[in-house]
């Protein structure tokens, strides 16, 4: 079972576990994003999540399947959530099955990675002062 | 031919807007698409070599265009 | 938070993630262990784990002490199940949180591979046709 | 003096008893007490120089031994 959405309901972590279960797989591994109270020193009141929600949906649907062929995992499943989200809040909940603790794990490392390195999802992130900032907008720009 | 483009965050907000209709000649790049729109008011505040996507799928400056193709110009990611 | 327990209930991954919850951590990392319907190509229907509790403690403290070297981890809980399990039960559950997500992993992997190293505790397995076996026995011994 | 010995899993199985009292002599270490052991009905079939722990931490088999002291002698471990 492979499955990515965007969704705009907080992330359950125990519903993502039960979705990758499988009686031959004797490890599951897990990853929850949450907002943080600072970011590089400022704090943080909450983001504003937004994303190309139809090449973000086929980039995640593309990084299952790498992960598929390179670590052997037939279960997993991202779930990013949009929309406002406040201190604490899950952003982002992987969750990868194997028979072995080590591809699990691999899996799940590459999984997180690539999601943040290529789905088409923005931050915009609040600061108790009242301003905002588009998050790593001035980063390394690339073709 | 035509083809829609995307904007989106800081990108949006620079340009004033999230989708547009350009017509562009027949034979046009990625590039030209990108030009086109760092010509367009608040358009010199994109970088000139923007991340773009293709009808869903990153794409390099030099890939030509189709008819009714839609090219998204992606600012730096940060999801997660 | 740091904290290690042996439990005879079931283990609730989502209560594990609560724990190590912080405003300032942005990773949360969570590893889940359960029983397999097969080993090595023999289908099992369940497993007793067993420990020698007092030192198994000790050792999973140890590992959370050394994680907490290696990866400034500050939050980290292991919560490993004793006693008779079936087919899907969870045995082990680890959690970590960290500002940043590479730490979360890293440290989550120590865990994981250092508790089942080095934490005194076995596997009897027991199989569909009725026979049963401690799991590793025949392997590596080393002083 | 007198040490307890504490034995798991299969090799609690194989010498019929999970804990036994050891009086050694003075200066003895735990592969005196691994002898000990090996030497008891079925203890043939451990292995001759098996994992220990002193005192809940794992030991090398030339640890001095003290009057009180607990030593377990830990079966390969299958945690997780």
Not at chain 1, 13 to 31: E, H, M, P, R, Y
Not at chain 2, 5 to 14: D, H, K, M, N, W
Not at chain 2, 26 to 38: E, I, P, Y
């Amino acid at each position: 079972m492979m499955h990515v959405s965007l969704v705009r309901v907080a992330i359950d972590i125990a519903s993502l576990a039960a979705t990758v279960a499988k009686d031959t797989n004797g490890a599951t591994a897990v990853f929850v994003g949450t907002v943080r109270s600072s970011n590089e020193g400022r704090p943080v009141t909450g983001i504003e999540y937004s994303a190309y929600d139809e090449m973000a949906e086929r980039e995640m649907v593309s990084i299952l399947t790498e992960a598929s062929q390179k670590f052997g995992i037939a279960e997993a499943v991202i779930e990013h959530r949009l929309g406002t989200l406040h201190v604490g809040d899950a952003s982002i909940g992987v969750a990868v099955a194997h028979p072995h603790r080590g591809e699990a794990m691999d899996a799940l490392r590459y999984i997180v990675d690539e999601t943040k390195r290529r789905a088409p999802i923005w931050k915009l992130e609040h600061y108790t002062d009242g301003t905002r900032e588009w998050v790593n907008a001035g980063g390394v720009l690339e073709t | 031919m035509t083809v829609t483009v995307r904007l989106f965050a800081s990108y949006a907000e620079i340009l004033g807007k999230s989708e547009l209709e350009l017509t562009i000649p027949d034979g046009s790049t990625v590039a030209d698409v990108v030009r086109s729109v760092n010509g367009m008011p608040g358009g010199n505040s994109l970088p000139p070599s923007p991340l773009v996507a293709v009808n869903y799928s990153y794409a390099s400056s030099a890939k030509p265009l189709a008819n009714g193709d839609e090219i998204a110009i992606i600012p730096p990611v940060a999801g997660g």
